[in-house]
């Protein structure tokens, strides 16, 4: 059984990244660069709060999966599960190939 995705609510006029802001610690490394002038701290933290949901919507398991299909030796499969469980394993196995579909 697939896990389903949890949706953000944002109330309209408001901002989706302020939902976030209750999460400051990212397990990532971001190299923001800036003009010193123009931002201030709060600024430069909204900014890596914005850039951090933007990264969690586009590395997620169901838009890897529409951009790529699994090549097997007999079939060309685009279901989600499959690629998942291909790509979980640290080598593909032979034969098997994962295509980018851009």
Request: hydrophobic share 40%.
């Amino acid at each position: 059984m697939v896990p389903r995705k949890k949706r953000i609510v944002v109330a309209p006029g408001q901002r989706a990244c302020k939902k976030l802001a209750i999460m400051k610690n990212y397990n990532r490394d971001l190299l923001v660069l800036y003009k010193a002038d123009v931002y201030n701290e709060d600024v430069l933290q909204r900014q890596v709060e914005c850039l951090h949901e933007l990264l969690l919507r586009t590395e997620s398991n169901d838009v890897f999966c529409a951009a790529h299909e699994l090549v097997k030796r007999n079939n060309i499969t685009r279901k989600a599960r499959s690629i998942v469980k291909a790509i979980s394993r640290t080598k593909l196995k032979p034969f098997h190939f994962l295509i980018n579909r851009n």
